[in-house]
């Protein structure tokens, strides 16, 4: 086709630009008309995709997905970023013959204006009460009778099955696509999507993991025993790899591993790769327990029918799955194409997911000791920053994001950062999941500027997520120094809050945004969010945020969430603390802020509160005392005191020198003026 070879010469252009050193994707590379030709014919490539279906498509969706229901994806499955050009880690795209849009939330605003050409793209502010929902825009936009497509491996069945009753009511009807069309229309464009990862699996070994993999099982089985079904087949790809004791390397910044895995009454099926699975694997899961089948990634629908159809014959149990597997996995497993009657399946929320959120103590333990040493390299990386900036030293956002890498590789057990490092300088930082680009200009860290740095790191006991926003001449102005501690006020108020045990994290979200409210300000994001162990820095199903989340089980001691209130004035700065915590039992005897206050225990509920595990110290200058309350004060004076014991030592011991007495300065105590 014609559009094959337009658009393959503009690919070829940015390809030359990329060897040159212009980069691919950044704005400089090629003009605005071509960028607009591109997206235009990429559009053209799927409409023309979805008129040809046996059944012509009035609406096509993409969203942001793999088969897993992964938060990360991996290249070849990020079909929205291509056929967009929005790259942000969340948002869903529909197509229809006229209109192009992209549902995204509030953290990702200001990202899809700069990324998109808006004569092609609509943006649909899914934050705003006023914006209507997909269901609700496809239902009124579309004609009686339309017919909407996705493919089934892409949108999990909690998502298909409101949207399969909306479109029924409505007299439209929701169709599975066999093959995705955004994949056959890059091959048609001479741009096909690249292979999918296939990188070693790599054993965790137990001294890690507190708990073999046989252990987990026996205790997956007991709860198969108690739903009387006959598997559970696991799909989310943290789950598979918790379950395990495995790790990999298929998705950036998540050690995860493209599989599925089947626990049946009598064996363990891991569907990855051929099905040839590394000999370390086998011998450790031996070790602990695990007689492991391997079969290929591919073979998983196929087994499931043949599982359904056996099932079906017992005629007494079904299949378990989590309500976040795709609707091709829900299909195959109930046996829908193969059976005149398919199987009633148990679909609701993984064990796994409720298992792996409360960590062991050998987990907490890393937790605690892979904290300290990213708090020494993000330490040493601040005093390194300002110490380059005051001297007159251009350091670009760029090449801030590098130089922590290279403070953390020092550290034991590091592997790896946990996601793509937010280092926005200036008004960048007001961008809330803000990437700077290596290929285009460069935007350097400002002597007068505000700078928010958000990062992390994958240690083998541990992930750790951590912000911290800093002025970078300590200078700040009223305003700035205000939203500075009315952000720190809120964080404070969540990490020093006692509540019951099992109450849901979205009661806790108001504590972190009260004082922000008293004068008119609010941030488009949750406050917290779970984080996996040596695992995906964004776990569920529980966290705190102003929208409920659906599976929250209610918080328990032994949980790991993040703390993260902020504020962001667009076009100016941004400002967002970060610390991680975990959730524990609280007494009257408890070290804890607020132990002594406690008359009860919640009528028999039990208390919790939570430990800062985060050890980096706030900006000072950046704090004004006089909005702090005397309890606050003496909060975070005992914070920055708990972080000079706990790194001083170790800086001392390696005789870094320099790094301690800029930690000794930051963490002096703080009297009101």
């Not at 235009?40 to 793999?66: C, E, G, N």
């Not at 066999?178 to 229309?185: H, I």
Request: charged share 25%.
């Amino acid at each position: 086709m014609f559009i094959g070879k337009s658009v393959g010469k503009l690919l070829k252009i940015c390809i030359v630009n990329a060897v040159n050193g212009r980069g691919a994707a950044s704005k400089t590379s090629i003009g605005i008309s071509d960028r607009r030709e591109m997206s235009l014919q990429k559009l053209t490539a799927l409409r023309t995709l979805m008129a040809s279906q046996p059944t012509a498509l009035a609406a096509y969706i993409v969203p942001t997905a793999d088969a897993h229901n992964s938060e990360y994806i991996a290249p070849v499955d990020a079909r929205r970023e291509w056929l967009s050009g929005f790259t942000g880690s969340a948002g869903t795209a529909v197509v229809t013959a006229t209109a192009a849009l992209v549902w995204t939330d509030g953290r990702y605003y200001t990202q899809f204006e700069k990324e998109t050409d808006p004569v092609i793209w609509t943006l649909m502010k899914q934050s705003l009460p006023d914006t209507p929902t997909m269901e609700k825009w496809l239902t009124s936009n579309l004609t009686e009778g339309a017919t909407v497509g996705v493919d089934p491996f892409v949108m999990s069945r909690e998502t298909w099955s409101p949207l399969q009753t909306a479109l029924t009511k409505a007299n439209m009807q929701l169709v599975a696509v066999p093959k995705n069309l955004v994949d056959e229309a890059r091959i048609q464009l001479n741009d096909p999507s690249p292979d999918r990862p296939h990188n070693p699996i790599i054993p965790l070994p137990l001294k890690y993991t507190g708990k073999p993999a046989g252990e987990k099982i026996k205790e997956l089985r007991g709860k198969m025993a108690e739903k009387n079904v006959a598997a559970l087949v696991v799909t989310a790809l943290d789950e598979i790899a918790y379950t395990l004791n495995l790790r990999g390397s298929d998705i950036e910044y998540n050690p995860v591993f493209f599989s599925y895995l089947v626990i049946t009454t009598n064996s363990v099926v891991l569907f990855w790769g051929d099905g040839k699975l590394p000999s370390d694997a086998v011998q450790q899961l031996a070790d602990e327990g695990v007689q492991l089948e391997g079969r290929g990634y591919d073979e998983i629908v196929t087994y499931l029918q043949q599982l359904a159809l056996a099932e079906a014959g017992d005629g007494n149990r079904s299949l378990w799955l989590s309500s976040d597997a795709s609707e091709a996995i829900h299909t195959a497993a109930a046996g829908s194409d193969v059976m005149e009657k398919p199987l009633n399946l148990v679909s609701e929320v993984s064990p796994v997911a409720l298992m792996k959120l409360i960590k062991n103590d050998v987990e907490l333990q890393g937790f605690r000791e892979c904290h300290i040493r990213d708090g020494i390299a993000v330490v040493r990386f601040f005093k390194w920053l300002h110490d380059e900036v005051d001297s007159g030293a251009t350091i670009t956002e760029v090449e801030a994001a590098e130089k922590l890498l290279e403070f953390r590789k020092e550290e034991a057990d590091f592997v790896g950062p946990s996601f793509e490092t937010i280092a926005g300088a200036g008004a960048n930082g007001a961008i809330i999941h803000y990437t700077a680009s290596k290929d285009g200009p460069q935007t350097p860290i400002r002597a007068g500027e505000m700078f928010l740095l958000d990062s992390g790191g994958q240690y083998k006991d541990g992930t750790t997520d951590i912000t911290r926003t800093r002025h970078m001449s300590s200078s700040p102005t009223p305003e700035q120094r205000d939203a500075f501690t009315r952000v720190l006020k809120g964080q404070m108020m969540i990490g020093s809050a006692l509540f019951p045990q099992g109450v849901k994290g979205n009661v806790l979200d108001s504590f972190a945004r009260k004082s922000l409210w008293d004068v008119g300000y609010d941030y488009a994001h949750g406050t917290g969010h779970g984080v996996g162990h040596f695992l995906n820095v964004h776990e569920g199903p529980s966290g705190v945020s102003w929208r409920p989340y659906p599976h929250d089980p209610g918080l328990k001691p032994g949980q790991v969430l993040s703390n993260e209130p902020g504020y962001y004035k667009v076009g100016e700065y941004g400002i967002r603390h970060e610390d991680l915590v975990v959730t524990v039992a609280v007494s009257k005897d408890s070290d804890h802020p607020r132990a002594k206050h406690l008359l009860g225990d919640m009528d028999g509920r039990g208390v919790l509160g939570f430990e800062t595990i985060t050890l980096v110290p706030n900006q000072r200058e950046c704090i004004d005392f006089n909005l702090l309350d005397d309890s606050e004060l003496s909060y975070l004076n005992s914070y920055h005191k708990r972080v000079l014991d706990t790194l001083g030592p170790i800086l001392k011991s390696r005789n870094l020198v320099d790094d301690l007495e800029w930690l000794e300065k930051e963490c002096k105590p703080i009297y009101r003026e």
